[in-house]
C-alpha cells in the first residue's frame, strides 16, 4: 500500500548547511525515491498555511528511500524552511516526481553544466548519463570557494570536471560559460549538453553551444501551482509553440526556449513576495533571533 | 399508504419560494455563501409544489436519476431523514449538487409544473436536505458485507467520489488518489466559497470515509506509480481514472504571455485552495486586478468574475463570442453576477492583449461578432464584424474558455486515448485495458459536478460486472419489468453472478 504522506507528512532524516544560503534536505519517502529519475521535481509545501513550491530532485536513492533537495533560501517560503526545518521534521506536503524524465540518450560524450541553485539537480543527469557509457565532461560554477559543495560527487561521477567560479578562488575564475569554451575546446565531439541553473545561467550555456551546433537541453523553473497541468501558470515560448513546463517538461531544447519571456514571467507575483520577504524579515526581528517565541503575525 | 387526494395545477403554491439571498452590494465584498438554504418552512411550502405526478419527468432529466418526488413527499410529511434515505440511494453529495447542479436543464428544466408555473425548486430541497444531514450529523452507512477486492480510483472529484462510493457499498477495499494535498479535485481548488463552501465539502468527504474509503493525497498517479503497476504490483483489482481535463486552454493571440493573464483555473486554485486571498496568513501569493477583463461565459468564467470583485476589482468585464442566449452558464450564476455588478459584452472576441511596456497587461483589443450558420455544436457559429474593433483597459484578463485533456496519464499508461487526447471508454467507460474504467472530464472534456458523478456511477456498475459482484441497483430498483421476470425460478439481473470467495 503506498503511503506516500499519509499521517504526519514526510520526515526530513537529514539536513545539511553548505553556506548560509544552501542548505540540503533528505526526505523518506520510498515510493518516490523508486520512481524518482533524473530531471524530475516535487511540489513542496512546508505547513498548512504554505505555498506550493517546486525543487527538482537533486538526488535519491532507492535503498534508503529517500530523496534529497538542495534549496536556495531567496524568498519567504524557503528562508522559512532554513529557519524551521530540523531533522525530524515533517514536511506538510510533498508530491512527484512531476514532469517529464530526462532523456538520457545513446550520447558518447556528454556536457552537464550546473549553476547556482542549478548545480545539485545537474548531479543525477551526470550520473545517469556515466551509467550509460557516456564519457561526462561536468562543469558547476559557484561564486567562491565557501560556497562550493559534492565537489567529491561529482568528480565520482565526471570524467572531467571543471569547476569555475566568480571570483577565481577555485577552479577557474569566470562562469559556467568560461568553463563551456574551455570544454568545448578541449573536446570537438561533445554530443550533448544539459545545463541547469537560473534563466540568465541557461540562456548563456544555450548561446555558448549554438555556434557548435551541440544539442542543449535546460530545465526549466516557471512559477506554478499545481504542477499537473492543471493551473497553467508555467506556460513556456519553446520556438512558436507554447509549452507547460510542469507536463510538457520541464526539460526542453535550449536554443528553442524564449529565455528573455520566462524571466519577465518569473516577476510576475514579485510585489506580494518582496512583501512577504519583508513582513518575514520583520518577523525574525521581533523574535529576535530562532527559538524565541511565535509573534509570527 | 391511504390513498391521497391527487393535487392539481390549481392546488398547488402557484409562486415559486424564494430562497433568501445576500445583498448583491455586501456580498461582493465578501466570499460567504449568496444564496442561503431554505428554512424547515419555505422547504414545507417548496415541497407542496410537487404534484407527484406519475410521469415523473424529473427523474429521467437527473443525471443519477434521484428518486426526486419520492424526497420530496418524505420531507411534506416532515419525514426529513427519510428524504436523505431516498437521495442518498443515488447521490451521496446532496449539499454539493443541490448548490452546482444546473437544474434549470436538468430535473427542473422538464418538471411537469413548469408547464404552467414555475418549475419547483428542485435543487434547493435536495440542498436543504442535505445540509440537514450535515447539522445532524446524518449519514448513509449501509450494512457492507466485505469482499476481498481492492479497487483504486484516480482523482478525488466529482466522478472519483461517486465511483469510489458505489465500490465502497459493494464491499471493495477502495483508495483514492489525489495529487493536491487536499482531496475534493474541482469541489475544492475550482468553486468558490461563496457557491460551494469548502467546509460542505469536507463533511461530504467525511461521510464516504464513514463508508471506508481511504483517501491518499499527495499522490500523482501515473509518475509516482502507473495505471499498470497499480494493477501488476500493487493489487488492485479494478482502477477507476477520474482525473479530470486540466489543461486550459489558451487562443494563441498575440500577448497571452504578459503578466497579469492567467488562467481561470489558476486563479481560482490560487484563491480557493492556496487561500491566497488571505495573505500574508497564507504565503501563496495573488496580484488581484483593478480592471479585469474574463474571456468565456460558463460557470467557471462566472467563478472567476465574482472572485475578482470579492479580491476588490473595481471593473469586471466579460468577454463572450456569442450572444448570451448561448452562454453555457447556469441561470442563477449569470444572474447573480449581473446583480453584482459584472459588465457584459455579449457577441465580442479579444483579437490582442496589450503591452505597457513593461510586459504588463494593459488592455485587450476586441472585435464585434455576429452570429452565422450553426456549427457542429448546433450552435449559431459566431463571425468577426469588419471595422468593428474596439478597446477595453485591464490589467488582468483571465481565459475561462475551457480545457483540454490533461496528459499525464496518456503519457505514463498505454491506455487507449481519442483523436484529442481524452480517454477512449466505451459504454460502460471500460477503457483499452481490462479492470481499468475511465469517466467524467477526462473522457467526455468539460462537463459539470453532476455529469461527473453519473459517470463515476456508470463505471462502477462496469466494475461491478467485470469484478463478478451483484449491482444492488439491478436487485433492489424497480425496474420496467422483463417479459419473463424470472428463468428456472432465479430473477434475470441475477443471472450470471455466484457468490465468488477468493482465499484470504
Known amino acids: 500500500m503506498p503511503n506516500s504522506t499519509g499521517g504526519g507528512g514526510c520526515e526530513v532524516v537529514t539536513r545539511q548547511d553548505f553556506s548560509d544560503v544552501t542548505y540540503l534536505l533528505e526526505v523518506r519517502h520510498p515510493l518516490m525515491a523508486k520512481a524518482a529519475r533524473p530531471g524530475q521535481f516535487v511540489i513542496v509545501m512546508p505547513h498548512e498555511h504554505g505555498e506550493r513550491i517546486p525543487l527538482t530532485i537533486a538526488d535519491f536513492d532507492r535503498v534508503k528511500g529517500t530523496i534529497t533537495l538542495v534549496i536556495q533560501a531567496v524568498g519567504k517560503t524557503t528562508r522559512e524552511m532554513q529557519r524551521d526545518i530540523k531533522v525530524g521534521s515533517r514536511l506538510h506536503s510533498l508530491v512527484g516526481p512531476m514532469g517529464i524524465p530526462s532523456h538520457i540518450g545513446q550520447a558518447k560524450k556528454v556536457l552537464c553544466v550546473g549553476g547556482g541553485l542549478g548545480v545539485a539537480p545537474i548531479f543525477p543527469q551526470a550520473r545517469a548519463y556515466k551509467e550509460s557509457g557516456a564519457y561526462v565532461i561536468g562543469v558547476v560554477g559557484f561564486r567562491n570557494r565557501d560556497l562550493m559543495f559534492w565537489e567529491d560527487k561529482f568528480r565520482a561521477c565526471c570524467d572531467e570536471l571543471i569547476v569555475c567560479t566568480d571570483d577565481g578562488s577555485a577552479g577557474i575564475k569566470g562562469m559556467v560559460t568560461e568553463g563551456i569554451r574551455e570544454a568545448v575546446a578541449r573536446h570537438p565531439d561533445i554530443d550533448e549538453c544539459v545545463a541547469i541553473g537560473p534563466p540568465v545561467m541557461m540562456k548563456g550555456c544555450a548561446e555558448a553551444t549554438r555556434p557548435y551546433k551541440i544539442r542543449t537541453i535546460v530545465s526549466l523553473n516557471p512559477v506554478m501551482v499545481d504542477g499537473t497541468g492543471m493551473c497553467g501558470g508555467c506556460r513556456v515560448k519553446i520556438g512558436d509553440r507554447v509549452k507547460f513546463a510542469c507536463v510538457d517538461g520541464p526539460d526542453f531544447d535550449g536554443h528553442l526556449v524564449d529565455f528573455d519571456d520566462l524571466m519577465f514571467r518569473l516577476q510576475r507575483y514579485r510585489a506580494t513576495e518582496r512583501e512577504a520577504s519583508e513582513r518575514f524579515n520583520e518577523s525574525c526581528r521581533l523574535r529576535g533571533g530562532p527559538g524565541h517565541g511565535e509573534a509570527e503575525h | ?504
Open chain 2, 1 to 504: 399508504m391511504a390513498a391521497k387526494k391527487k393535487k392539481t395545477i390549481r392546488m398547488i403554491p402557484q409562486a415559486r419560494t424564494p430562497a433568501h439571498e445576500q445583498d448583491p452590494r455586501e456580498r461582493a465584498c465578501n466570499f460567504l455563501e449568496v444564496t442561503h438554504s431554505y428554512d424547515v418552512e419555505q422547504a414545507q411550502l417548496e415541497a407542496e409544489r410537487c404534484l407527484m405526478c406519475p410521469d415523473q419527468p424529473c427523474v429521467r432529466g437527473c443525471p443519477v436519476n434521484i428518486s426526486i418526488p419520492d424526497f420530496i413527499e418524505r420531507i411534506t410529511e416532515r419525514d426529513y431523514r427519510g428524504a436523505y434515505d431516498v437521495i442518498t440511494e443515488a447521490n451521496l453529495l446532496p449539499a454539493v449538487c443541490g448548490r452546482v447542479c444546473p437544474q434549470e436543464n436538468q430535473c427542473e428544466g422538464v418538471c411537469t409544473v413548469g408547464d404552467t408555473l414555475e418549475p419547483v425548486a428542485i435543487g434547493r430541497l435536495e440542498r436543504w436536505v442535505g445540509d440537514l444531514a450535515i447539522k445532524e450529523g446524518w449519514s448513509n452507512v449501509p450494512y457492507i458485507e466485505k469482499n476481498d477486492f481492492k479497487v483504486g480510483i484516480v482523482g478525488s472529484g466529482p466522478a472519483g467520489m461517486a465511483c469510489a462510493a458505489d465500490m465502497a457499498k459493494a464491499g471493495c477495499d477502495v483508495t483514492v488518489f489525489e495529487a493536491f494535498h487536499e482531496a475534493g479535485g474541482v469541489l475544492k481548488y475550482g468553486i468558490p466559497d461563496f457557491r460551494l463552501p469548502n467546509t460542505v465539502v469536507d463533511a461530504e468527504i467525511a461521510k464516504l470515509e464513514k463508508l471506508g474509503i481511504q483517501f491518499e493525497c499527495n499522490t500523482l498517479v501515473g509518475r509516482l506509480f502507473s495505471i499498470e503497476q497499480m494493477i501488476e504490483e500493487m493489487g488492485f483489482h479494478a482502477v477507476f481514472v477520474g482525473t479530470g481535463a486540466g489543461y486550459p486552454s489558451f487562443m494563441g493571440i498575440p500577448g497571452e504571455s504578459l503578466n497579469g493573464v492567467l488562467s481561470a483555473n489558476e486563479l481560482l486554485t490560487r484563491c480557493n485552495l492556496m487561500h491566497a486571498r488571505e495573505f500574508p496568513n497564507y504565503d501563496t501569493p495573488m496580484q488581484p486586478g483593478k480592471q479585469v477583463v474574463v474571456i468565456g461565459a460558463g460557470n467557471t468564467a462566472m467563478d472567476a468574475m465574482r472572485v475578482c470583485l470579492r479580491l476588490g476589482a473595481e471593473k469586471v468585464r466579460c468577454l463572450y463570442r456569442r450572444s448570451k442566449a448561448e452562454a453555457p452558464a447556469r441561470a442563477e450564476e449569470l444572474h447573480h453576477a449581473e446583480q453584482e455588478g459584472i459588465e457584459f459584452q455579449w457577441l465580442a472576441s479579444p483579437l490582442e492583449l496589450l503591452d505597457d511596456g513593461k510586459r504588463n497587461v494593459r488592455g485587450v483589443r476586441c472585435t464585434r461578432m455576429t452570429l452565422g450558420e450553426p456549427d457542429e455544436s448546433g450552435r449559431r457559429r459566431p463571425v468577426p464584424e469588419p471595422g468593428s474593433e474596439f478597446e477595453v483597459e485591464a490589467d488582468m484578463v483571465v481565459y475561462a474558455i475551457g480545457t483540454n485533456a490533461n496528459p499525464i496519464i496518456g503519457q505514463t499508461s498505454k491506455l487507449k486515448l481519442d483523436k484529442r487526447g481524452y480517454i477512449a471508454a466505451d459504454a460502460g467507460l471500460a477503457t483499452s485495458i481490462p479492470g481499468v474504467f475511465a469517466g467524467g472530464d477526462i473522457v467526455t472534456g468539460a462537463a459539470t459536478v453532476i455529469e461527473a458523478m453519473g459517470a463515476g456511477r456508470r463505471a462502477a456498475r462496469g466494475m461491478k460486472a467485470f469484478l463478478g459482484l451483484r449491482d444492488t441497483d439491478f436487485i433492489y430498483q424497480d425496474r420496467p419489468a422483463e417479459p419473463v421476470a424470472t428463468l428456472f425460478g432465479i430473477d434475470r439481473a441475477e443471472h450470471g453472478y455466484a457468490r465468488v470467495r477468493l482465499p484470504r
